[in-house]
């Protein structure tokens, strides 16, 4: 008996003004990403395929942290495209931070087409533990 697969397609963010002059040229593609947390930082998991380490940027202003990555599309030379499935476009994420980071040691590293990002916790959120004295 034959299963079936199921598949999540890219969730596109936007194509540009709809109202009026196109912003951008081609898609541009919410990242799915994953958040973990430990007891000392979040980190978040950022799927951005065919991304290379110099087509990420990554900016926080306030307390407002955008991802962004850009995708060249595949054309193999020698080539005419008949059908595709796999959409082309750019990738972007905005996140609000909580007061709860620290903002200025914030880290990230992007390998094969996963950008992660450690974001560290406010040594005033963490928990403190109290020492008993006996009596």
């Given at each position: 008996m034959a299963q079936e697969i199921a598949t999540s397609r890219k969730q596109e963010v936007d194509r540009g003004n709809r109202n009026g002059e196109a912003t951008r040229a081609s898609a541009a593609y919410r990242p799915m990403t994953d958040i973990f947390e430990t007891k000392d930082h979040v980190v978040l998991?950022?799927?951005m395929p065919g991304v290379g380490a110099g087509d990420v940027e990554v900016t926080l202003e306030r307390r407002v942290l955008t991802l962004r990555g850009h995708v060249e599309p595949p054309a193999p030379e020698g080539y005419r495209q008949v059908y595709a499935e796999y959409g082309a476009?750019?990738?972007e994420r905005v996140f609000t931070l909580s007061e709860d980071?620290?903002?200025d040691r914030i880290s990230a590293n992007q390998k094969d087409g996963?950008?992660?990002l450690e974001l560290p916790k406010a040594a005033s959120v963490k928990p403190k533990k109290i020492t008993i004295k006996a009596a």
């Open positions: 998991v950022t799927d476009g750019d990738f980071i620290d903002q996963v950008l992660t």
